[in-house]
């Protein structure tokens, strides 16, 4: 009788959890698909739409960014895990609160704030101009929030991995006469290397999607600092419906498919460390 | 051994106090160097009561339907084994992948007058998009993972051995479930409201496609922010962007107390998101 | 246990009365007894707000006896237009250039004659200059087109597949040029190759020359008049040849009758033909739907000079397809070209 219950309930919250998940996340990626398989011109109206010069600029603009974003966060955020995890120093707390201020800041705040403190009207956008440095409505603007944005995503993920590790084998290296830095290259790093790994493409996915603080910073002129949020957004406000629609599912196609390959690499590790996920 | 641990600590203090500190630094003065009266007036004047009321209430609700079935969600993936479980948790983990722009294009595809169930949306004399509900689905969608992943992370850690054991002492599952598993949970549960409705609080992209920007009856704060800066009130910009930053980071020194909390509780620290 | 209990159970409460309350207050909103949704552009925002929204809610008050209250949503126009037609139901709808409008016409929203309908204005709510505004004492000699594709010259525009505004600035630019398709794309190739922000709608792109950047920004006079009644202090200059800016109004048939409001919608799109209505958005810049062009009496307008119209080169009808489609465009071509294209085919 109880067992009866028991699979009849699990059953129910089965059905529950599917069917909450396939109403909120499957209909609008499958409404995306649908966009492009069956809108106006089909698939060839959006392989079109998708070759153009601006439409490959924006891709190519977006995802060289997201790379340079990706690997100064995973030097950065593991260099700042390292500090938090293994150093004591007075304002260590506010640091570590500091560290997740962007989950807590709106996007476009973080682009509005960049135009305050960057722009042309304070001294430090002066300065930079004066040396023909332009950090705003240009690239390196775009790589600078996307910093900003991304920055907690590899420092949480590799924090707790140190705090884990066995700090005898670094004694012992050490002890052997090894430098600090071979240590750390060659003890602490290959540790690492999954939270980094993974931490490091989800900056990129994330990186990739970007859009809030893009738009107030990038000055979103086609083929120069147009990225590919931006691009979409455009599209669907000038009534291009194949072109937002085909870039839209090109973005969603490959963040899904480095954020499965990312869980299918953490499921496999926990299985291998024997925790059941 | 000293002088390089102070340079290493420099740099990274550096980084962050260039990368993070500054730009915040910047738009609280510029929100507060006019004293707090006036700050107070460009915050709730133009409509900016109601767009900061409009975002808590778009929180609350997204919080509610992502907690609730959240919960269910988390459960089903630790404790249940069936096929298609990996769909299931690859698909949690989507709204992650998807820009702000493509949801509240997709929300269009499917409840515009010429989208999927247009005609339904148009019979029922329902206002999906460009109206409060469909901000209400683009905010839900995008802070779906949140109480998943942490109420997942809890569960899997703690095992269902004591579940289990009130089941044979003859609880019933809603028993056990509120006696046993919520408590355990709770940290978890509170960790993901937190980030939940932080999330919520700053979304833009998606509403900025699917609101219809009337203010006073679709304007979120983050949208009103964005009108601010075109009326030319400055000010009135840079407050309400001082005030949906403050609120989430007195969230997040909620979550760092919680995350110590739950540090003495359960030996893992950090991570917002699970990862590795 | 029991503290937690109480706790979440307090919280889920607060939480559905904040969100219930929310909810309520924006449907509310909505079913008041006269309303009106005006769907606009972004530049007569001010007028609107400041001036010509509480007249009309006084005349209408005296009219009707009744009290009416006016929303209104201000968008780059070509946003606005994709909006009404996906769903934002505006019984009235103001845009910058009539190829917006007729979008709304091929929705089946506006009757293909709302031309006509204007009491011999054509469908005009008001006209305006394209100007260009720089920094005060004009420091760096701008007169013309070509001295914004000077080099070192950093301009500002917004973008014409979200602004109506940016497809009038830039008609301005190719109308002025000399010489044919070529030249014209040439011309306007130059100043493009200056422009370092693209914004979405024409005021965001002058609140960002506002902010100090650029060096010039191509605008609408309107928008400099608005601007000054805000305060901010800088020139503009009317180029020798520059276009003259139609801004169209309609009412949206088929919203304005679904919600039973035709009567309000087709009273307010009076009003601002009214010589009240008129008088009221020459103070924030705009100059009369019909008659001539330049006002000598007004101090506040410089002489317009000897503009084109859109009709000149065939009517929005034609230079929408022509210059600005995507992919083929004239225009569009020389905007998704780069700068290192543009030069090699000098």
Redesign the interface.
């Known amino acids: 009788m ?1 067992a009866a ?2 699979t009849a ?2 059953l129910s ?2 059905v ?3 069917a ?2 396939g109403v ?6 499958a ?2 698909v ?2 492009v398989l069956t809108g106006p011109g089909g698939v060839g109206a959006a392989l079109h739409a998708l070759a ?3 439409a490959r600029a924006a891709l190519w603009l977006t995802v060289w960014t997201a790379v340079v974003v990706a690997l100064v966060n995973a030097v ?1 955020g593991t ?2 895990a ?2 938090l995890a293994r ?1 004591k ?1 007075f304002g260590k707390a506010i ?16 682009g ?6 960057y ?4 001294v430090i ?1 002066q300065v930079l101009a004066a040396h023909g440095l332009r950090l ?2 240009a690239p390196a603007g775009i790589i ?1 929030s996307l ?2 944005v991304t ?3 590899v420092v ?2 590799v ?3 140190l ?1 884990d590790i066995d700090v005898d084998q670094e004694e012992a290296a050490t002890t052997l006469g090894s430098s ?1 830095f071979r240590t750390f290259v060659q003890v602490v790093l290959p540790a690492l290397r ?2 980094v790994l ?2 490091t493409l ?1 900056t990129f ?2 990186a ?5 603080s893009v738009v107030v910073v990038a ?6 600092t147009l990225t ?2 931006v691009y ?9 419906p194949a ?3 085909a870039m ?1 599912l090109l ?2 196609a490959v ?2 498919g ?3 390959a990312v ?1 299918r690499y ?2 496999a ?1 926990a299985r291998a460390i024997g ?3 | 051994m000293k002088p390089g641990r102070a340079v290493l600590g420099g740099a990274v203090v550096g980084y962050v106090g260039i990368l993070l500190i500054a730009p915040i630094g910047a738009i609280a003065w510029s929100a507060l160097s006019s004293g707090p009266a006036a700050f107070f007036r460009a915050l709730a004047g133009s409509g900016g009561g109601f767009a900061l009321l409009l975002s808590i209430g778009l929180a609350a609700l997204a919080v509610v339907v992502n907690t609730v079935f959240g919960v269910v969600v988390a459960w089903v993936l630790t404790r249940d084994d069936f096929r298609g479980r990996a769909l299931v948790n690859a698909a949690v983990d989507m709204p992650f992948a998807i820009s702000p722009v493509i949801v509240g294009f997709a929300l269009i595809l499917l409840f515009g007058p010429q989208g999927w169930f247009g005609g339904l949306v148009r019979a029922l004399h329902a206002k999906i998009v460009f109206a409060v509900p469909g901000m209400a689905l683009a905010t839900i969608f995008v802070s779906l993972p949140f109480v998943i992943r942490e109420v997942g992370l809890v569960l899997a850690e703690s095992g269902h051995d004591q579940e289990e054991a009130a089941y044979t002492l003859g609880a019933s599952p809603f028993g056990a479930f509120w006696r046993v598993t919520l408590p355990n949970i709770r940290w978890g549960l509170l960790y993901g409201v937190l980030l939940t409705t932080a999330r919520c609080l700053g979304e833009f992209g998606a509403v900025l496609v699917v609101s219809g920007g009337l203010a006073q009856v679709t304007e979120t704060g983050t949208l009103f922010v964005f009108r601010s800066l075109e009326d030319r009130r400055d000010l009135g910009a840079y407050a309400m962007a001082l005030a949906l930053a403050g609120m989430s980071i007195l969230l997040i020194v909620g979550m760092e107390i919680l995350k110590r909390r739950r540090a003495g509780a359960n030996p893992r620290q950090g991570g917002a998101l699970r990862i590795a | 246990m029991r503290g937690l209990a109480r706790g979440l159970f307090a919280s889920v409460v607060l939480f559905s009365a904040i969100a219930g309350g929310v909810g309520c207050r924006a449907a509310k909103a909505e079913d008041t007894g006269d309303t009106l949704i005006v769907g606009a552009y972004s530049a007569p925002r001010e007028a609107f707000e400041e001036a010509v929204i509480p007249a009309f809610r006084a005349a209408w008050r005296r009219q009707t006896g009744r009290d009416i209250v006016v929303r209104a949503s201000y968008l780059g126009s070509g946003a606005q237009a994709r909006a009404i037609t996906q769903g934002f139901e505006a019984d009235v709808a103001v845009l910058a250039l009539d190829s917006d409008l007729d979008k709304l016409v091929k929705a089946s929203l506006v009757a293909p004659d709302w031309r006509a309908r204007g009491g011999g204005s054509s469908g005009l709510m008001a006209r305006s200059l394209v100007v260009i505004a720089v920094r005060a004492g004009n420091p760096r000699g701008i007169a013309d087109w070509a001295d914004l594709g000077r080099p070192g010259i950093e301009v500002l525009t917004p973008n014409p597949r979200t602004s109506g505004g940016a497809m009038w600035n830039l008609l301005a630019v190719y109308g002025a040029a000399s010489g044919d398709l070529k030249a014209k794309s040439a011309a306007v190739a130059r100043v493009v190759d200056n422009v370092i922000v693209m914004d979405k709608a024409a005021r965001e792109s002058l609140v960002s020359f506002e902010r100090g950047i650029g060096d010039a920004a191509i605008t609408y006079e309107q928008e400099v008049h608005v601007a000054r009644r805000a305060g901010r202090r800088y020139d503009y200059v009317v180029p020798p040849v520059t276009a003259v800016i139609d801004v169209p109004m309609a009412t949206v048939d088929r919203y304005a009758d679904a919600h039973g409001r035709r009567a309000a919608a087709e009273a307010f799109v009076a009003f601002l033909r009214s010589p009240e209505g008129q008088a009221l958005l020459r103070d924030f810049g705009f100059r009369p739907a019909t008659g001539p062009l330049d006002l000598p009496g007004d101090g506040r307008f410089l002489a317009a000079g000897h503009p084109f119209t859109a009709a000149d080169f065939g009517g929005w009808k034609k230079i929408a397809p022509e210059l600005f489609a995507p992919v083929t465009g004239a225009i569009t071509r020389v905007l998704e070209a780069t700068r290192e294209d543009h030069e090699a085919s000098r």
Not at chain 1, 95 to 110: G, K, Q, R, Y
Not at chain 1, 208 to 212: H, K, P, Q, S, V
Not at chain 1, 219 to 224: D, K, M, T
Request: glycine share 8%.
């Open positions: 109880k219950r028991a309930g699990a919250l089965r529950v959890a599917v909450f998940l909120m996340v499957a209909l609008p990626l409404a995306v649908g966009s153009s010069r601006t950065m260099l700042t390292w500090v150093y120093f640091l570590n609160a500091v560290i997740d201020l962007p989950f807590a800041i709106p996007t476009l705040v973080t509005l704030m960049l135009v305050v403190l722009g042309p009207q304070q956008g705003l409505f600078l910093l900003f920055f907690p995503f949480r993920a924090e707790p991995v705090m600090p999954p939270a993974t931490a989800l996915t994330r990739l999607g970007e859009f809030g000055g979103n002129i086609p083929r120069r590919a949020p979409v957004f455009g599209a669907i406000e000038s009534g291009e072109a937002a629609s839209s973005l969603v963040s899904a480095l954020i499965l869980d953490t499921r590790r925790v059941r996920v």
